[in-house]
């Protein structure tokens, strides 16, 4: 029989049909779910699909019904792929005596200010400057304190979500009163950096990720993601795996990537490592303990490696401690088609077929349809379309991309309001 896994479930990086297809003839699903998040009570009929529903209020993870419940149904592990949840996570983890992040280190990965504090108290080098916001008042001091430029974003947060670029001191203090105004309870501000396109070349973005697995005592890194360049203000237009820095930057990479995560006390399961990349290295921007979104697809359509599945692996004990970084025949993408920051809604899409005909496009995925609204602010949850595909290198990824880009046509109501 196989073994039960239990996944508390939230908007994140992976979705239920993911996970569904993840698990099928490989672990039985107990899926934790807080019903008064709209997201997850959206996802629920499919849920209880796919495995056991147990609801829970994550605010409570450890009321004595949840246990009692989960007790009963035994898992022999547990993860989840939300960074909203993972402290939530991380408490039944040590409840039960099951292996995931430790509070502490739960908390770390989910609060990036404290994330930020814990590297710099390890002796990480190169951090950006920061400083936590909870009220308007707060504001000018901590904007001085880091310096404009600055980037103002959620201490608690994933997908780019209200993430802002504030030029002055005065830009900071009247974007930390709209974000908080808006319904964010807490933010931080960051030191602005400045990415050198020299690195990965004018034609991709000046920032990466690190797709790691922490085994073992090990930290194996699957690769590097590439990226095309941000639309303003920190908005994403795609991924690509592998990406094309040279070996030199890779190490480092990859070795500010481990110091960070034994830093952070990540001892087991999937991390997704984001930095800049400018004239003096790369530098962090922030870690998150969980599969990256995308990542998943891009990372096994290139290499044939299960990231997901592999997460799962990791809850159970299952992964080999002699575990091998992954090789790849290929470099796979997702395209990103994001909202105009004046957009409302969605007018019009044309040109799906012709191009899900161009050579090396795959898949195109419609996530929002005509008179749909859009805003920019929710950030990775704000796609119009996807296109997803591959490419034998990275100048053929490039002139696929114009060619999506000139062929898949969105229009959007971009009225005030």
Request: with cysteine.
């Amino acid at each position: 029989m196989p073994p039960r896994l239990a996944v508390v479930h939230d908007n994140g990086s992976v979705t239920p049909l993911q996970l569904a297809a993840a698990a099928s003839g490989h672990c039985e699903l107990v899926l934790l779910c807080d019903p008064s998040v709209p997201a997850v009570a959206k996802d629920l009929p499919l849920l209880a699909q796919i495995g056991t529903v147990v609801e829970f209020d994550a605010a409570s993870p450890l009321a004595e019904a949840t246990v009692q419940r989960l007790e009963a149904l035994g898992p022999a592990g547990i993860t989840t792929f939300s960074d909203r949840v993972l402290e939530a996570t991380a408490a039944l983890a040590e409840r039960l005596g099951l292996a995931f992040h430790s509070p502490a280190t739960a908390a770390a990965l989910a609060d990036k200010h404290l994330q930020r504090a814990t590297l710099a108290a390890a002796g990480v080098p190169a951090l950006p400057r920061y400083a936590a916001v909870s009220a308007p008042g707060d504001a000018a001091a901590a904007a001085v304190a880091v310096g404009a430029p600055a980037v103002v974003k959620p201490r608690q947060g994933a997908g780019s979500r209200n993430t802002v670029l504030a030029r002055t001191v005065a830009d900071c203090v009247r974007t930390v009163e709209e974000l908080l105004a808006a319904g964010e309870s807490e933010l931080v501000l960051e030191e602005y950096l400045v990415g050198d396109p020299s690195v990965a070349g004018p034609r991709w973005g000046d920032y990466v990720s690190v797709e790691s697995v922490a085994v073992g005592g090990r930290i194996v890194h699957a690769g590097i993601t590439g990226k095309p360049p941000l639309l303003d203000p920190f908005r994403e237009t795609g991924a690509f795996f592998p990406s094309n820095v040279d070996a030199v930057t890779a190490a480092r990479l990859t070795e500010a990537t481990e110091q960070a995560l034994r830093a952070l006390g990540v001892t087991s399961g999937i991390a997704h490592t984001e930095f800049k990349l400018t004239a003096d290295g790369p530098r962090l921007i922030e870690v998150n303990g969980r599969l990256g979104g995308f990542i998943d697809d891009t990372v096994g359509r290139a290499t044939g490696f299960p990231m997901l599945r592999t997460a799962l692996d990791c809850a159970l004990g299952r992964v080999s401690a002699d575990l091998t970084a992954p090789v790849h025949q290929r470099i796979a993408f997702q395209r990103f088609f994001a909202p105009p920051l004046d957009a409302r809604a969605i007018v019009s899409m044309t040109g799906v077929k012709e191009t899900k005909a161009l050579p090396g496009v795959r898949r195109v995925e419609a996530v929002r349809r005509p008179g749909e609204p859009v805003d920019w602010r929710e950030g990775t949850q704000a796609f119009a379309a996807i296109v997803y595909g591959e490419a034998p290198d990275h100048g053929a990824l490039a002139e696929l991309f114009d060619a999506i880009d000139k062929t898949l046509v969105v229009t959007y109501d971009r009225g005030s309001g």
